[in-house]
């Protein structure tokens, strides 16, 4: 797989993506994009390294650092909303042409995608994993999470030093997870490393759940699609999944086994595989 850095300004942010193209005799030629958007605080290249291997489809695949975490940065910006970490997506899109994609976002990086699917971008296909909105169909629950995602994102910008917001973050967004500090201490480490964009997109996170429950609550996919939940992450969310499959046009619900929140970098070619069938199934 080729891989070409890319380094641009656009209006509201310096930007950092990496295009990544698979070679003829790897890929074919389909014609078709993907755009692949992280989670909170671990930026793209590293969410996606492993998936994007196996993924079979497209041509190629955009893979941005969403602002404050990696190498993209906004310009000036000191509080950003979730409208304003989208429109540093779009003014990347546009400054690449990238005007025909499919898209799949990650947690916070699902709601970017859910976002750009009102845009004027031509997509065919959404996949959604674990995306923040999706936690439930309950509007209690959704403050609920609202409320504890603000709760850490004060305490990170506050202490960025301490590990405790952190885990509380993981407890929260993966409940029954299989026990191990060590990989704990590793996710931990990570977030650190990029603790101010973390933080942000945690509060732009849970002024959308607050903003938007009811849209969120009972939102229907435009677009065909697969959402993605670990099959040992909370039944609320299992729930909506469900609910937005039965209720969308064509869209499917995936529980992947033996998963938590952490499904995209513990089962990356399981969920490939099945993004890939739908993607060669349309060819």
């Not at 080729?2 to 641009?8: L, S």
């Not at 014609?31 to 190629?60: M, S």
């Not at 202490?159 to 191990?180: A, E, K, M, T």
Request: include cysteine.
């Amino acid at each position: 797989m080729e891989k070409i850095q890319v380094n641009i300004s656009t209006q509201s942010a310096r930007q950092h993506a990496i295009i990544a193209r698979h070679s003829n005799e790897e890929q074919g030629l389909s014609g078709k994009r993907l755009l692949l958007l992280h989670g909170a605080g671990v930026p793209g290249e590293l969410t996606w390294t492993y998936l994007a291997n196996y993924l079979r489809g497209w041509d190629e695949l955009l893979i941005p650092d969403i602002a404050g975490m990696g190498k993209s940065q906004f310009l000036a910006n000191p509080a950003p909303r979730l409208e304003d970490f989208t429109q540093q997506i779009e003014e990347l899109l546009y400054a690449l042409d990238w005007h025909e994609f499919d898209v799949c976002g990650y947690s916070f990086g699902g709601m970017i995608a859910h976002q750009l699917l009102s845009k004027t971008f031509n997509t065919e296909l959404c996949f959604l994993i674990e995306p923040a909105m999706l936690f439930s169909s309950d509007q209690q629950l959704i403050i609920r999470k609202a409320d504890d995602y603000l709760t850490v994102s004060d305490q990170v910008l506050a202490n960025p030093d301490d590990s405790q917001p952190y885990l509380d973050f993981l407890n929260s967004v993966s409940p029954q997870r299989l026990s191990n500090p060590q990989i704990d201490r590793l996710t931990v480490d990570r977030l650190k490393q990029n603790s101010r964009g973390f933080a942000h997109a945690l509060r732009s996170v849970s002024q959308a759940l607050l903003n938007h429950q009811v849209e969120f609550g009972q939102w229907v996919a435009p677009t065909s699609g697969i959402s993605f939940a670990g099959e040992l992450s909370p039944a609320s969310m299992h729930g909506r999944h469900r609910l937005l499959a039965e209720q969308s046009a064509d869209w499917q619900f995936v529980a992947v086994p033996g998963a938590d929140h952490s499904l995209v970098f513990t089962k990356p070619r399981f969920i490939a595989k099945a993004m890939s069938q739908l993607r060669q199934s349309t060819l």
